[in-house]
């Protein structure tokens, strides 16, 4: 049997990609009983697809079903998310002729299902026992728990990449781009789910503070596999931002954000710092739009979470590398 019954929401991405070949390269320790696509890096139909390609790559198409879900945020507002610079136009790279090959035709591996329905019915099938693995932004889970206000009640847990500490952003001189694309959803999330299951956050400095050495992803990039050749030509266009970072000074390595919340998920060992409060996800401003707020000294305030929140602060690099390194290599 399974250790970890796992549903994962995303939007592919460079990242979540790693993140969701580390998830499987563990099956069947963990189970994966579904992926759930939002709109985020790029548009749904691209995460859709992306998705498609990175479950055929592990041969899983028939053991991990996917769902489209939310096309847009919340709230809509006039202003554009474009994160294509990293992850290219299509989300991974603009390497579709690498095994498996983007093709529209992969869209007839998606369930007819919505992500948000079937995020509801499996948590009623798996009550209890479901752990949501969140690397998107959290338009799904938010919908799904606007749908069903008790579905927080049958979540064991939930993992969550977003925010930032001490406002580091990399979508506005302050906020995270998770948060940033739907801090409504957000906001939701943690004002409805602390209270009834453990939550945890993996904020972006946590991330940035992990990257990979520039020896071992040169290694991770030497093997010859078909899972590293599938990485390597979609890391392309990330890597030459990566590399600049590193050249510069501001970057110590690699950093694949979404990574660190699998493997805090697959390993619990991994975290080796953190803290707790209450929190919250500033939706208004000019500039505060999707901040995480955190309070440090327990101030209180009726905008907060129901409960407190385990914030991850410093991981083990060992249990990381090592995570990753299996993925490629097994």
């Given at each position: 049997?399974?250790?970890?019954?796992?549903?994962?929401?995303?939007?592919?991405?460079?990242?979540?990609?790693?993140?969701?070949?580390?998830?499987?390269?563990?099956?069947?320790?963990?189970?994966?009983?579904?992926?759930?696509?939002?709109?985020?890096?790029?548009?749904?139909?691209?995460?859709?697809?992306?998705?498609?390609?990175?479950?055929?790559?592990?041969?899983?198409?028939?053991?991990?079903?996917?769902?489209?879900?939310?096309?847009?945020?919340?709230?809509?507002?006039?202003?554009?998310?474009?994160?294509?610079?990293?992850?290219?136009?299509?989300?991974?790279?603009?390497?579709?002729?690498?095994?498996?090959?983007?093709?529209?035709?992969?869209?007839?591996?998606?369930?007819?299902?919505?992500?948000?329905?079937?995020?509801?019915?499996?948590?009623?099938?798996?009550?209890?026992?479901?752990?949501?693995?969140?690397?998107?932004?959290?338009?799904?889970?938010?919908?799904?728990?606007?749908?069903?206000?008790?579905?927080?009640?049958?979540?064991?847990?939930?993992?969550v990449l977003g925010g930032t500490i001490i406002g580091y952003g990399n979508a506005s001189p302050c906020a995270e781009y998770n948060f940033f694309t739907d801090p409504e959803a957000a906001y939701t999330v943690f004002r409805m789910f602390p209270q009834h299951c453990k939550t945890e956050v993996v904020p972006y400095e946590t991330t940035t503070a992990h990257g990979i050495r520039p020896d071992l992803f040169n290694k991770l990039m030497s093997v010859d596999s078909m899972r590293a050749n599938f990485f390597k030509a979609i890391f392309s266009t990330a890597k030459i931002y990566e590399d600049d970072l590193i050249a510069k000074g501001l970057s110590q390595g690699y950093c694949l954000?979404?990574?660190?919340?699998?493997?805090?998920?697959?390993?619990?060992?991994?975290?080796?710092?953190?803290?707790?409060?209450?929190?919250?996800?500033?939706?208004?401003?000019?500039?505060?739009?999707?901040?995480?707020?955190?309070?440090?000294?327990?101030?209180?305030?009726?905008?907060?979470?129901?409960?407190?929140?385990?914030?991850?602060?410093?991981?083990?690099?060992?249990?990381?590398?090592?995570?990753?390194?299996?993925?490629?290599?097994?």
């Amino acid at each position: 049997m399974a250790e970890k019954i796992l549903l994962v929401d995303t939007d592919p991405g460079v990242d979540d990609c790693a993140a969701l070949m580390m998830l499987m390269s563990q099956v069947p320790k963990v189970k994966i009983v579904g992926i759930t696509c939002a709109a985020g890096n790029v548009g749904i139909r691209d995460v859709t697809i992306n998705t498609v390609r990175i479950v055929k790559l592990f041969n899983m198409l028939n053991e991990i079903p996917i769902f489209g879900g939310c096309s847009e945020p919340m709230v809509l507002l006039p202003q554009t998310q474009d994160s294509t610079f990293y992850h290219g136009r299509d989300g991974l790279g603009e390497a579709p002729d690498v095994y498996p090959e983007r093709s529209e035709s992969l869209l007839d591996h998606v369930q007819a299902e919505h992500g948000v329905n079937a995020i509801l019915r499996l948590s009623k099938e798996y009550a209890g026992r479901l752990q949501l693995v969140c690397l998107g932004a959290l338009t799904n889970i938010a919908m799904a728990a606007k749908l069903d206000i008790d579905l927080p009640k049958r979540i064991k847990s939930i993992h969550v990449l977003g925010g930032t500490i001490i406002g580091y952003g990399n979508a506005s001189p302050c906020a995270e781009y998770n948060f940033f694309t739907d801090p409504e959803a957000a906001y939701t999330v943690f004002r409805m789910f602390p209270q009834h299951c453990k939550t945890e956050v993996v904020p972006y400095e946590t991330t940035t503070a992990h990257g990979i050495r520039p020896d071992l992803f040169n290694k991770l990039m030497s093997v010859d596999s078909m899972r590293a050749n599938f990485f390597k030509a979609i890391f392309s266009t990330a890597k030459i931002y990566e590399d600049d970072l590193i050249a510069k000074g501001l970057s110590q390595g690699y950093c694949l954000c979404d990574a660190y919340v699998t493997t805090i998920v697959l390993n619990e060992n991994a975290v080796t710092k953190s803290k707790s409060a209450k929190v919250t996800v500033e939706f208004s401003g000019s500039l505060s739009r999707g901040s995480f707020i955190i309070d440090h000294k327990n101030k209180g305030s009726p905008f907060l979470s129901s409960a407190e929140v385990t914030i991850i602060e410093e991981l083990d690099d060992a249990i990381c590398e090592d995570l990753i390194m299996k993925t490629f290599t097994e």
